[in-house]
């Protein structure tokens, strides 16, 4: 039998996962609700409990200094009548635009839109599906019963799944219109359907050549209601699928923050997955309060956030992301940091983001983004993170406890994505704008400036901006801008372009630098370069800004290069 036994350095150095089950066993336990085990109720989740129950049957935040809007709740609730000489009370359903939670929404936006539109068409449908009499003489009752039945039943399965909270699954939806209208619902038309719709008109022979009195005229326009009803739920569809692509694009904030406080309870699940999985290895709790993670200045290979998807799927591109070389993070237990996510995933964050909103949400980001961080931080060196195996315990580097990190790390790479769909948005800051040095460039013309700060996002642009009132301006985008990663832009010039911009001004000019994302924040305008006409025939003055102006921009430079990251 296998000792198991082995150094950290051992286990945080790739050990087997079958070592790992032959020097740990597995432990199993009794879960509660939340997947944590049972014991005691953390204080004040009581507390977060009944508020949040107010919240969602009455559409009210709790708030001790306003008792009067507490008792107009109550009000806006209940439906109180006498009856029989007593008083009976009913409780009013909150309607489709507030199914779920009343501050996150929910169904906003253009679902909200889509359910109103369905719900009345299904309403109005079913009794009139209901009523539908045969014009054929040979029509088989039992045949029509049944098409009839999976009208009804796809109708009612689409309406539900439009109303589902969260947003509809697109899949769903479009393989319920393809039910009712066949292959290409789009072609589809009121006289001339396809799929069930067209099966029930063929069984009952609701055609026009089968009229020849009033009421049979009835029956084929009963037909004719029914079926545009589902063609005009199609096309209502068709004009706001994109907005439930669950590709950050044109989403409504009641969705996005719903779909973000689910991300969270997950983010919660994944940090008691993390605590089993050290207790399976004899990492108990009172260890994990004296087990120390060092946070040293070095560089992390973290997702990019906005969180890319190609067909469906999400690609996590890694950036290079260093921390302020001026100081190092102090070290922090396991038992504080597994602390910290728990508290920002269940309390923190669901107070924020419904008593704050949108602005609440972009605050919490950055909570997010630190606590991303800080857990990637905490794999150890093996699995790209910060920690030595050697200094840890043999059970800390094992298979199970780095993959438990690595789970933790990607739901907190995913609820930032979501804040940072949900948010305002950060502005691009510019740090610094660098030089290449001579020679790095195809053209000797050539001038290429690296971009130096935080939260630049892909098909951003750059606007270079001269005059004390701004009346030149330089746009660059596309082939002459390069998204290195988050914090590093490239911008390519031609010096005629500059010349040509100052129109014989013999003076020298200044150019600002502002970026501008593709949500329209724009960053502040810093120094980039001067630049001076001299006399034809002459090189021109190129210099960087700040500093001495008249430096020949062929025989100055900044600096080496930093190198894009993968």
């Known amino acids: ?273 993390a605590r089993s999985s050290m207790d399976s290895v004899f990492l108990g709790d009172a260890q994990r309060q004296t087990l120390t993670l060092l946070l040293p200045t070095l560089q992390l290979s973290l997702p990019v956030i906005p969180l890319r998807q190609e067909r469906g799927q999400v690609v996590k591109t890694l950036e290079r992301v260093t921390r302020n070389p001026a100081r190092d993070d102090p070290p922090m237990y396991v038992s504080e940091l597994l602390d910290w996510v728990e508290t920002a995933a269940v309390r923190e964050g669901p107070r924020i983001i419904q008593d704050a909103g949108k602005d609440g949400v972009t605050s919490f980001r950055a909570t997010l983004d630190r606590l991303r961080r800080y857990v990637r931080a905490a794999l150890t060196t093996d699995h790209g993170g910060l920690q030595s195996g050697e200094r840890l315990p043999a059970g800390y580097g094992t298979a199970r406890v780095q993959r438990a990190w690595q789970e933790l790390a990607s739901q907190l790479d995913t609820a930032t994505d979501h804040a940072a769909r949900v948010g305002r948005g950060q502005p691009p800051t510019v740090h610094q704008v660098l030089r290449t040095q001579p020679g790095q460039t195809s053209s000797p013309d050539e001038l290429v400036l690296l971009v130096l700060g935080e939260h630049f996002q892909q098909g951003a642009i750059v606007r270079l901006v001269s005059g004390t009132e701004g009346d030149q301006e330089l746009r660059r985008g596309g082939k002459n801008l390069r998204w290195l990663n988050a914090g590093m832009l490239s911008v390519t010039l031609r010096e005629d372009e500059l010349r040509r911009a100052a129109r014989g001004d013999k003076s020298e000019r200044r150019w600002n630098l502002i970026v501008t994302n593709p949500d329209d924040l724009s960053s502040e305008a810093v120094p980039a370069l001067s630049w001076t006409t001299v006399a034809a025939g002459s090189d021109s003055d190129l210099s960087d800004d700040p500093g001495e102006p008249g430096d020949d921009a062929r025989h100055s430079g900044t600096g080496d290069t930093p190198e894009k990251e993968d």
């Open 1 to 273: 039998m296998t000792n198991g036994t082995s150094s950290g350095a051992g286990h945080a150095n790739g050990a087997s996962p079958l070592n790992d089950l032959s020097a740990f066993p597995v432990l199993t336990e009794t879960v509660g609700a939340r997947g944590r085990a049972s014991g005691s109720v953390p204080g004040g989740e009581l507390g977060e409990l009944v508020s949040g129950t107010l919240r969602e049957l009455l559409g009210w935040k709790p708030d001790e200094r306003d008792p009067g809007g507490f008792g107009a709740a109550l009000n806006g609730a209940f439906e109180l009548r006498e009856v029989d000489g007593h008083i009976e009370s009913r409780y009013l359903e909150r309607n489709y635009a507030v199914q779920v939670r009343s501050d996150l929404g929910a169904v906003t936006g253009a679902q909200a839109s889509i359910c109103a539109r369905a719900q009345a068409a299904l309403d109005h449908a079913l009794p009139l599906l209901d009523g539908l009499t045969p014009l054929r003489q040979d029509a088989d009752p039992q045949d029509c019963d049944a098409v009839r039945s999976l009208v009804r039943g796809a109708l009612q399965s689409l309406v539900s799944e439009l109303g589902q909270a969260g947003g509809p699954r697109v899949q769903r939806v479009e393989s319920l219109f393809t039910q009712l209208l066949g292959t290409d619902p789009g072609k589809a038309s009121a006289r001339l359907p396809g799929g069930h719709l067209k099966t029930l008109q063929a069984r009952f022979g609701l055609e026009a050549r089968r009229v020849n009195t009033l009421q049979e005229e009835v029956a084929l326009t009963n037909f004719i209601i029914v079926a545009d009803h589902a063609c005009g739920m199609y096309r209502s569809w068709a004009d706001q699928r994109h907005s439930f692509d669950r590709a950050g694009q044109d989403s409504f904030l009641g969705t996005e923050l719903l779909l973000l406080s689910r991300t969270l309870a997950v983010v919660a699940e994944s940090v008691d997955e």
